[in-house]
């Protein structure tokens, strides 16, 4: 495993925009809805996640499908390891709907990722920073001068970020090992760092089968469950954005309705014993649908510290970024 010992704040945030971003600029061209007269694609592509279970509920129960059974569209299911990748994926163009954070996708947006936000399908607390009993870490100050590791692009770093940045500290005051999230939980086990920037189920595991301790929380730092689309897919297609988002919603109203079958689902996916599902279900709310204020202002906070913290530019207008990233016109008939 590489360590990376010695990241520059400039290599840091170049990283990030090249993983969030296209490297383009954020325009002010406004999003039109429009019913093109191009045909119909036949497939979309949609991801699943183990931190998104609606998505796995709208998986497994073939709801999507049936929906679009009669128009003729095919649902080819893409699994997203991470905020991070589904963004990478939905970039480029492999991925029509992916799921992230909301302060990943503000990001991506900002950086020039052509999506759209539509849908919540939940308001966790996934992330957490995470240690073992024996590492003497009990605060974010304790941080200064460790190995952390963490999945650039994703909700559990921009926790990392913004909790640092709460202890007077920086990127530049720790030493970054930048890994996926299943390998951040192994490397933090084998003791090749000394604390992870985790993330749900896998964090849950962690607690559970290694003892690990969630020595920083703040579940308001934890951004919501967002559900991207991309802009161009959106603009030929408003009639199949609003068709997905309906199904999403039937799922999510499932899940809320039945917690032992959506417990025993996830158990399915992750191969993870039901108490660490248990916990992960017991630090995530499934109860809103539709983006509103809610959303807004955490995302317009997180976004806010982001820029204080220099992940965005200092001249970002992060309340115009977040106006052009949430479209909230297609939850009006899904919910």
């Known amino acids: 495993m590489t360590i990376f010992r010695n990241l520059s704040r400039r290599n840091t945030l170049r990283g990030l925009a090249a993983t969030l971003a296209t490297g383009l600029a954020l325009t002010a061209t406004p999003f039109v809805s429009t019913n093109a007269s191009a045909q119909a694609p036949k497939e979309i592509r949609v991801d699943f996640a183990t931190y998104n279970p609606v998505s796995l509920v709208l998986k497994e129960r073939g709801i999507l499908e049936n929906a679009l059974k009669a128009e003729g569209i095919a649902v080819r299911w893409v699994q997203s390891a991470g905020s991070n990748k589904a963004l990478e994926f939905l970039n480029a163009g492999s991925l029509d709907f992916g799921s992230t954070a909301g302060a990943a996708a503000l990001i991506a947006r900002v950086n020039g990722n052509p999506i759209r936000s539509v849908y919540v399908y939940s308001r966790p607390e996934w992330t957490a920073l995470v240690t073992t009993p024996k590492s003497g870490i009990k605060t974010v100050a304790d941080l200064k001068g460790k190995r952390v590791a963490v999945t650039r692009g994703t909700d559990p770093h921009i926790f990392l970020v913004r909790a640092l940045a709460e202890a007077k500290l920086t990127e530049r005051d720790v030493r970054l090992v930048l890994l996926q999230h299943q390998d951040g939980r192994l490397a933090l086990e084998r003791g090749d760092v000394d604390a992870w ?139």
């Open 197 to 335: 920037a985790g993330l749900d189920p896998l964090m849950a595991a962690a607690e559970i089968e290694t003892g690990a301790v969630l020595f920083h929380r703040k579940a308001a730092d934890n951004t919501w469950g967002i559900l991207n689309v991309r802009e161009e897919f959106a603009q030929k297609n408003p009639a199949l954005v609003r068709t997905v988002l309906k199904a999403y919603e039937e799922a999510r109203k499932w899940s809320v309705e039945n917690p032992a079958e959506l417990t025993r689902l996830l158990v399915s996916f992750t191969k993870l014993p039901e108490p660490v599902v248990a916990r992960q279900l017991q630090r995530t709310e499934l109860t809103h649908g539709a983006i509103g204020s809610a959303q807004i202002e955490t995302i317009v906070a997180a976004g806010e510290a982001l820029k204080q913290a220099g992940i965005l530019p200092a001249t970002t207008d992060i309340q115009a970024a977040v106006d052009g990233l949430l479209d909230r016109r297609f939850t009006a008939a899904s919910n």
